[in-house]
């Protein structure tokens, strides 16, 4: 009874430095410009009111360093240092924070490489790893998941076991939904929603920008459940 009483304690704390560390990074995508709002393409082909650009992170050690300590924060929390074997960045921008985190924890690291090399021993995965290592996958965010996907299918097909990945947030565009049914278990710091709403709240964003992009978010999420829908019919 006691210890059910400390993990529930432990569990509240943790959804407490889970909305802290949400409002220091959202902070630190305003200050380093990481964070626009404009009509932008994403490299999955939509359309996007907003895009967040956490590659400009590594031009600021102390963000880099932030958005690291946060990924470990979620790897400790939710889970164990001691059920990962290897670190295995999603390029590219998953790769930096994939590097921190790795020292950090003291667990060694590999990376995905999309295009196999022609040269030498021509790998798609660098770094040494065993069959039936289990490997922990980071990235920067969700969108449609499908780069976390064949990153994950090659680590599989050279015998890795891969079913966890921390990423930093979610931009609620089915991709964690689409993550889920390849039995990995997305491990986010926060969604994209949780950040406008502090940012405007705390009037770092405007009420018309607010809406126009919550109402896009609205309506990806709304089309992530009617194309699953679709599928399992």
């Keep these: 009874m006691f210890q059910d009483q400390l993990e529930e304690i432990r569990r509240k704390i943790w959804k407490e430095e889970k909305q802290y560390l949400m409002k220091h990074v959202s902070l630190g995508l305003i200050q380093n410009k990481a964070l626009k709002i404009a009509d932008y393409t994403l490299s999955s082909g939509k359309?996007?009111?907003?895009?967040?650009?956490?590659?400009?992170?590594?031009?600021?050690?102390?963000a880099m360093d932030l958005i690291a300590n946060s990924l470990a924060r979620i790897v400790d929390n939710e889970i164990g240092r001691s059920k990962i074997d290897r670190i295995m960045g999603v390029p590219t921008a998953g790769i930096p924070f994939a590097t921190i985190v790795s020292q950090k924890l003291a667990i060694p690291m590999l990376y995905y490489r999309k295009e196999r090399k022609e040269h030498g021993v021509r790998k798609k995965i660098e770094g040494y790893?065993?069959?039936?290592?289990?490997?922990l996958m980071i990235d920067d965010l969700i969108t449609t998941g499908q780069s976390v996907i064949k990153a994950a299918k090659v680590a599989r097909e050279q015998g890795g076991?891969?079913?966890?990945?921390?990423?930093?947030?979610?931009?609620?565009?089915?991709?964690?939904?689409?993550?889920?049914?390849?039995?990995?278990?997305?491990?986010i710091l926060f969604s994209i929603s949780e950040a406008f709403e502090w940012l405007n709240e705390v009037k770092l964003l405007g009420d018309q920008d607010y809406e126009m992009i919550m109402e896009y978010i609205k309506k990806e999420k709304k089309s992530a459940i009617d194309s699953k829908i679709k599928m399992e019919q």
Excluded: A, W
Aim: net charge negative; glycine share 4%; proline share 6%.
């Design 47 to 62: 359309k996007s009111p907003y895009y967040v650009d956490l590659r400009q992170s590594i031009s600021s050690p102390m």
């Design 129 to 135: 790893f065993e069959t039936s290592d289990r490997i």
């Design 161 to 187: 076991i891969v079913t966890e990945l921390v990423v930093l947030l979610d931009r609620e565009q089915g991709g964690e939904e689409y993550i889920l049914t390849h039995n990995i278990k997305p491990h």
